[in-house]
């Protein structure tokens, strides 16, 4: 059971990485910013991309996620959104004995990158969440299901776990210094959740699709519990400017899980793909 447990630990890491992974603000730039549907750049991903990951434990494909931007054109209180949806499922002999399905939707404001509404259906061995948030960026407040969560006033860029990775791919980290730390601010299980990431530095790795460039980020972690150093969990995101993840990397106290990108569609700006 304890093996169990870390690996559905790793699980949900992964899923914070990839749905959430990098809802970032400077911590020396940070400010309260009085009109959140203030516009946004936006050169990073466009309505019909579509990412395909694998996720390994060991040797074991465990898992398949994929993360698309569809065609529903829907409004919130007359703004126009993107209607984002992340799916995950455990595949293969993991399936057999932990099957996850997993669905998360975000209904993001195309000009301020905003989540307007969150939608999670998770069914994780057996373990099922059904959550349904609306987002009101003027009173700074989350409702679900009648009730009302309050946001600090110097978090008006809360995001959720999807929108936060849409969010942080139209930041430039052309200026970013290994050693800068970044903060996630998500809502999360009914609370804020906060998760500070570092970054690295550059690096150029190689996967099945070939040799990309990358900027690598590194979460801050604890460690003891599931990881045996604070340098086992690591990220690479492609250095261009789409800034998607094409690898998700960490070694825990039963092994090791790896997510990589298996596939890309539709996507707004060429990758830092190498041609050999």
């Not at 992964?14 to 749905?19: Q, R, V």
Request: glycine letters at 6%; hydrophobic letters at 35%.
């Amino acid at each position: 059971m304890k093996t169990l447990l870390d690996v559905k630990f790793a699980l949900c890491v992964f899923a914070l990485i990839l749905l959430a992974s990098s809802g970032f603000n400077a911590q020396t730039n940070s400010h309260i910013n009085p009109d959140p549907f203030s516009p946004k750049k936006n050169k990073a991903f466009k309505t019909g991309e579509l990412l395909t990951y694998r996720l390994h434990y060991g040797a074991i494909d465990a898992g398949i996620a994929t993360l698309e931007v569809t065609n529903e054109e829907r409004e919130f209180g007359g703004r126009p959104t993107y209607h984002v949806v992340g799916i995950g499922k455990s595949i293969g002999a993991f399936d057999w004995f932990f099957k996850v399905r997993d669905r998360y939707e975000s209904y993001i404001d195309r000009e301020a990158l905003l989540p307007m509404a969150f939608i999670r259906r998770v069914d994780e061995g057996g373990y099922k969440i059904n959550q349904n948030y609306v987002y009101n960026h003027h009173t700074n407040q989350v409702i679900s299901e009648g009730k009302t969560y309050d946001v600090p006033k110097d978090k008006r860029d809360l995001q959720d776990m999807i929108s936060s990775f849409y969010f942080a791919r139209c930041i430039d980290f052309s200026n970013a210094k290994p050693g800068n730390i970044y903060t996630i601010n998500s809502f999360v299980d009914e609370e804020l959740f906060p998760m500070k990431i570092k970054y690295v530095g550059k690096e150029t790795i190689t996967t099945s699709l070939g040799k990309f460039k990358c900027i690598k980020f590194r979460p801050v972690i604890q460690k003891g519990r599931i990881f045996k150093d604070e340098e086992d969990l690591n990220v690479w995101i492609s250095d261009d400017e789409n800034k998607i993840p094409i690898r998700a990397q960490a070694n825990i106290l039963v092994g090791s899980v790896k997510m990589d990108l298996k596939d890309y569609r539709g996507l707004a700006s060429p990758i830092s793909k190498i041609q050999e």
